[in-house]
């Protein structure tokens, strides 16, 4: 037998065999490379795209124009001002102001042109600054109004002439006088503190993300007041002191089918025991909260449990073996052990639950919300479903404003996740 190994022919097959062995490892590491370069691409593809679009929602333009606070025109009078100043005519001083800069327009039609150049914001604004210096009353001063979405996507250089005016918003005529204004050093792009500081908007310029922050923040909380003790103290449960019979296979099974069913389902579940049933309120942060509650808890039950039955069986011995019971075992030495799997499950799950929209939609949380909500009863939004509503939206402002929120959306996922990260190896260390 060693003679025939030895033999040209036999060495020929083996050194064959091994090269075809060699070549397949080969092509099997070139495709693992593939894959993972064509996964990296289209990720850098991705979040690329997303800054690009969402990178002007941060900046906004400003016009800078001669308006004067005539009493006359805003139909206040001095000793009254702080009375009258929230119904006062401060669209007619704006409308002046521009009128003052271009004298030469003309015609109804035209003049409303020219008016649309500046926010409906710039109201607000004017208003604010003559409540806080009532001096300002019958002067003249030059102020910095935020130009109108269509006018300040013209200054971002996101419309231009080549474009036929048919398919634009912002008219040949429009542009001149925005063309005229930026030569005249009138125009300025600032920080658009706006779309953290603001609800939403039908116009672009004044719609911000502040409502959805809030109703976001509210939603967490009440998912993680539900899902964080009731899914650990679950998960203890079935992993340290339940028995192993028929039934707790059944419930572990049932557990994991949870983490699988589609999230829509929780929300015609919430809809139909919290809203219909319980008459909770609609649109509320806690009905959303109890549903990414319900929807979250598999996912904490099955991380938490891998985490408790990785702990070393060692400790609890060595506990068990001091005189501690079962309880104190659990509690005072095999949960610490496992804390860092657990918070590390639990926030995951959390960053899940952030960024879900269809149960949230089915329970009402899709309102348009403009006030910040002050509590968990109150009607409030989110942000994956203020993404969904302005991705609705055909004006071009509110493109930016949903790739922007979605940035924002991406940075909080990212916080958690490194929180997570961080958590992990502070209590591994401890």
Avoid at 197 to 204: Q, V
Avoid at 237 to 256: C, M, S, V
Avoid at 408 to 416: D, E, I, K, Q, T
């Amino acid at each position: 037998m060693s003679e025939e190994l030895k033999s040209p022919e036999a060495t020929a097959i083996i050194r064959r065999s091994l090269r075809k062995r060699y070549a397949r490892e080969q092509r099997f590491r070139w495709y693992g490379r593939i894959a993972v370069a064509s996964g990296f691409a289209f990720l850098v593809l991705l979040l690329a795209d997303i800054f690009v679009k969402g990178a002007p929602a941060f900046s906004h333009q400003y016009l800078r124009l001669p308006v004067t606070f005539d009493s006359a025109v805003l139909g206040v009078d001095a000793t009254r001002l702080a009375e009258q100043a929230h119904g006062a005519d401060f669209a007619g001083i704006v409308r002046a102001g521009l009128r003052e800069h271009f004298p030469d327009v003309g015609g109804r039609e035209e003049k409303k042109q020219l008016y649309r150049l500046v926010s409906l914001s710039a109201e607000y604004q004017l208003r604010d600054m003559l409540l806080a210096d009532p001096q300002l009353l019958d002067s003249t001063v030059d102020v910095w109004l935020p130009a109108h979405s269509e006018a300040a996507g013209y200054l971002k250089g996101q419309v231009t002439r080549e474009v036929p005016q048919s398919e634009r918003r912002v008219n040949d005529q429009q542009m001149a006088w925005l063309d005229v204004l930026a030569q005249q050093g009138r125009t300025d792009a600032r920080f658009n503190w706006t779309f953290f500081t603001a609800g939403d908007s039908r116009e672009p310029e004044m719609a911000g993300i502040k409502a959805a922050l809030y109703g976001s923040f509210f939603t967490l909380l009440v998912t993680f007041c539900i899902a964080f003790p009731i899914g650990v103290l679950a998960a203890v449960y079935l992993q340290e002191f339940a028995p192993r019979n028929r039934l707790t296979d059944l419930i572990e099974i049932n557990i994991n089918n949870l983490a699988a069913v589609p999230s829509i389902v929780f929300g015609l579940l919430g809809l139909a025991v919290f809203i219909n049933f319980l008459e909770m309120p609609r649109s509320a942060p806690l009905v959303g909260g109890l549903v990414l509650a319900l929807m979250t808890l598999p996912t904490i039950i099955i991380t938490a449990r891998a985490a408790i039955g990785a702990v070393s069986p060692s400790i609890r011995e060595a506990a068990l073996g001091v005189g501690a019971s079962q309880l104190q075992t659990v509690f005072h030495h095999v949960v610490p052990v496992a804390m860092p799997g657990i918070l590390t499950g639990s926030i995951i799950g959390m960053a899940q639950a952030l960024g879900e929209t269809a149960p949230l939609l089915m329970i009402g949380m899709v309102a348009f919300i403009m006030e910040t909500p002050a509590g968990v009863t109150e009607p409030a939004t989110v942000l994956p479903v203020q993404i969904f509503l302005w991705a609705d939206s055909p004006e071009r402002g509110f493109t930016e404003k949903t790739s922007a929120a979605i940035i924002v959306l991406l940075g909080f996922l990212m916080a958690m996740n490194a929180l997570a990260i961080y958590l992990r190896r502070r209590f591994e260390r401890k």
